[in-house]
C-alpha cells in the first residue's frame, strides 16, 4: 500500500497556473502508474491525468488537453500537476492515486488515494 499526500492547491483567477504535487510513501514508487482525478461539488470523481510507472506515458482527459501536463519525479516519489489556463470549471478538489488495476480511467483502477487538495478558480 502506498501513502499519498497532495498539496500546492488554492485559490486563483481565471488564466492562472498552479502546480499540484503528490508525495508516495514506500520504496516501490517506481513501480506505479499514477493518476490525478478531480470532484466537483454534486459531481463524480472524473479523470484527470495518469502517468505511467517509467514517467514515458501520459494520458489526459479531454478537458484538460493542453492546458495540464502530469509529470513523475521517481527519486523524490512525487508526481506533479502543473495547470496552466486555468478555468472556473477547474474548481473541485483534486486527488492524487497509485494505479494498480488495468486501465488509466477509471477510479476502480486506483487503490490508493490521498485526502485531496482543493483548487478554486475564480471568473
Known amino acids: 500500500q502506498v501513502q499519498l499526500v497532495e498539496s500546492g492547491g488554492g485559490l486563483v483567477q481565471a488564466g492562472g497556473s498552479l502546480r499540484l504535487s503528490c508525495v508516495a510513501s514506500?520504496?516501490?514508487?517506481?513501480?506505479?502508474?499514477m493518476g490525478w482525478f478531480r470532484q466537483a461539488p454534486g459531481q463524480e470523481r472524473a479523470f484527470v491525468a495518469a502517468?505511467?510507472?517509467?514517467?514515458?506515458?501520459?494520458y489526459y482527459a479531454d478537458s484538460v488537453k493542453g492546458r495540464f501536463t502530469i509529470s513523475k519525479d521517481n527519486a523524490k516519489n512525487t508526481v506533479y500537476l502543473q495547470m496552466n489556463g486555468l478555468k472556473p470549471e477547474d474548481t473541485a478538489v483534486y486527488y492524487c492515486?497509485?494505479?494498480?488495476?488495468?486501465?488509466?480511467?477509471?477510479?476502480?483502477?486506483?487503490?490508493?488515494w490521498g485526502q485531496g487538495t482543493q483548487v478554486t478558480v475564480s471568473s
Open positions: 492515486a497509485a494505479k494498480i488495476g488495468a486501465g488509466y480511467y477509471s477510479p476502480s483502477a486506483y487503490r490508493d
Open positions: 502517468i505511467a510507472g517509467s514517467g514515458v506515458s501520459t
Open positions: 514506500g520504496r516501490t514508487f517506481s513501480n506505479y502508474a
